[in-house]
């Protein structure tokens, strides 16, 4: 059965982020999908220093009519307050309602592992964050700035749909188990909203194997055996923390992909997780492994799974040549790096 064209937005962003969606797309092209790619090339920190907007209503029904997006980095030092960011990551992950925040983890050479013991190098897990909610949901204050005695607040937002339905995809994404992560014993409130969501989602899915940890346990069990883990589910904020440090136990954020999905209406926005990276931008040093992956969970979530499966092959006979950035132990450039997995692909 054959797929209808589709049609891909394209975001290079800042920094880092063009020189690594270059490589990316380029992969994209060899594979001959028939892809249509839109890219958008002036949502950048220059346009919103020039407007005041980076993301106009003209560049969201350019995503409307597209089947996914891929982003490369948002973000400039010349900016140093959140409202350049929010108004384009976290305005896309509310206008199309992408709760699920997905990064998988797979340690890809057993070189690119910080620890110690070979048999628990071999994390292969799944991060799923919820990622419209929580303390990221913008709901706060602050009074009495710049003095003594100024406060602010944040709300930590938690809902019984957005919890009920993240809980959900964690389960519909297991191969084997899902532990739940929180910090009920502490953050009562919402504590308890999480647990009573997750004893209604374990009666759903009587299959699967489960578990609870609290995420200060779940840290330390990371870092000590990471193998035990298949699909961890948790809230915004911890999500965000624990896989940071999942992508530490495989390689670094350089080799980290991710995708921001709604699995109800299919659409979806990948991107590598390492940010804009303003102090190596322009070095041509950025590892693009991160964008390329996320190219490979984009593909695969419009339907060319085998494809995606020849991206990551890839990647691994390409690390494991050591044809990679500086950041993996190599000595190839940005672009050299994309040249080597493209000839792997080849």
Partial sequence: MSIPMQRITVIPGDG???????????????????????????????????????????????????????????????????????????????????????????????????????????????????????????????????SPEEFAVDLDVSTHRGVSRVLDFAFSVARRSVCMVDKANAVRHGGQLWQRCWREAIERY????????????????????????????????YGDILSDLTAALAGGLGMAPSANLNSDTAYGLFEPVHGSAPDIAGTGTANPLGAILSTALMVEHLGHADEAGAIRRAVVAAVEAGRVTPDLGGSLSTAQTGAAVMAELR
């Fill in 16 to 146: 880092i982020g063009p020189e690594v969606i270059e490589p990316a797309l380029a992969l994209l092209q060899v594979l001959g999908l028939g892809l249509e790619f839109d890219v958008l090339d002036n949502v950048n920190v220059n346009t919103y220093l020039h407007e005041g907007n980076a993301l106009s209503q003209a560049d969201l029904d350019h995503l409307r009519n597209s089947d996914a997006t891929l982003l490369g980095a948002i973000g400039d030092p010349r900016v140093s307050e959140t409202a350049y960011v929010r108004t384009v990551l976290s305005r896309l992950r509310l206008e199309f309602d992408l709760y699920v925040n997905y990064r998988p983890t797979h340690l890809w050479h057993d070189r690119l592992s910080p620890l110690r013991d070979p048999a628990r190098r071999g994390i292969d897990c799944v991060i799923v964050r919820e990622n419209t909610e929580g303390l990221y949901s913008g709901i706060g204050g602050s009074m009495r700035a710049a």
């Fill in 206 to 237: 009587p299959h699967v194997e489960t578990s609870h940890l609290y995420v200060d346990a779940a840290a330390m069990k990371l870092v000590s055996d990471p193998t035990a883990f298949d699909v961890i589910v948790t809230n915004n904020s």
